[in-house]
């Protein structure tokens, strides 16, 4: 199967700077090296336990989460399917999230 691309947007409100340092540090390696950096992010042993399908045309809200477990660091991936129409949106200010329309029973 041929290498399948999807282009994630960088949250520059909350981590751009260290956006910055990052690129700065792919320029840098790649300058010293002639090479093109290896990826930030990777996976080369992924077993899915189930089939992932992604529909052509359909809408995906495509997320990265930072998890930090037993001084060990990954991120995870995270696919949903989103009705067009209900496109998530990102927020400037905490002070814009609405959480009136929410009606799950959690019980904290």
Avoid: H
Wanted: glycine share 2%; hydrophobic share 30%.
């Amino acid at each position: 199967m041929p290498n399948k691309y999807i282009k994630l947007f960088i949250n520059e409100n909350d981590f751009g700077n260290i956006v910055q340092s990052i690129y700065k540090q792919k320029e840098m390696i790649e300058k010293n090296t002639g090479k093109s950096c290896r990826p930030f992010l990777s996976n080369n042993k992924f077993k899915p336990r189930e089939d992932i399908v992604l529909k052509a045309d359909q809408t995906y809200a495509i997320t990265v989460w930072w998890n930090e477990k037993d001084d060990k660091k990954d991120c995870t991936i995270s696919i949903k399917e989103v009705d067009s129409d209900e496109m998530p949106r990102t927020y400037k200010n905490k002070d814009e999230l609405d959480f009136s329309n929410i009606k799950d029973n959690i019980p904290f």
